[in-house]
Nanobody
Framework: QVQLVESGGGLVQAGGSLRLSCTASGSRFRSNAVGWYRQAPGKQRDWVAAITSGGRTNYADSVKGRFTISRDNAENTVYLQMNSLKPEDTAVYYC?????????WGQGTQVTVSS
């Protein structure tokens, strides 16, 4: 069973940057594609970015060119570097598997971007 812990969120002004971390327990994490997702108040959870076990990446159009996903398999950690943040990026950010059955969701990490 994979357990996920997200961290790194906070309050930042528009145009600023944050780096989120997703640390997992369990060996399955390393062999899976992993995605970042976000959920704004009153909205559904949306996919943001994904990375395969081999490092191939993909992004939602809304974050392409601003966000970068990466992973350190030795540390069982996936990162999301977020630059040029906008108020509409405000949400709780989660990580989970991508393209396969989801693991149990973590608590997420709140990102708030002020204008």
């Amino acid at each position: 069973q994979v357990q996920l812990v997200e961290s790194g969120g906070g309050l930042v002004q528009a145009g600023g940057s944050l780096r989120l971390s997703c640390t997992a327990s369990g060996s399955r994490f390393r062999s899976n594609a992993v995605g970042w997702y976000r959920q704004a108040p009153g909205k559904q959870r949306d996919w943001v970015a994904a990375i395969t076990s081999g490092g191939r990446t993909n992004y939602a159009d809304s974050v392409k060119g601003r966000f970068t996903i990466s992973r350190d398999n030795a540390e069982n950690t996936v990162y999301l570097q977020m630059n040029s943040l906008k108020p509409e990026d405000t949400a709780v950010y989660y990580c989970n598997s991508f393209g396969s059955l989801p693991w149990a969701w973590g608590q997420g990490t709140q990102v708030t971007v002020s204008s």
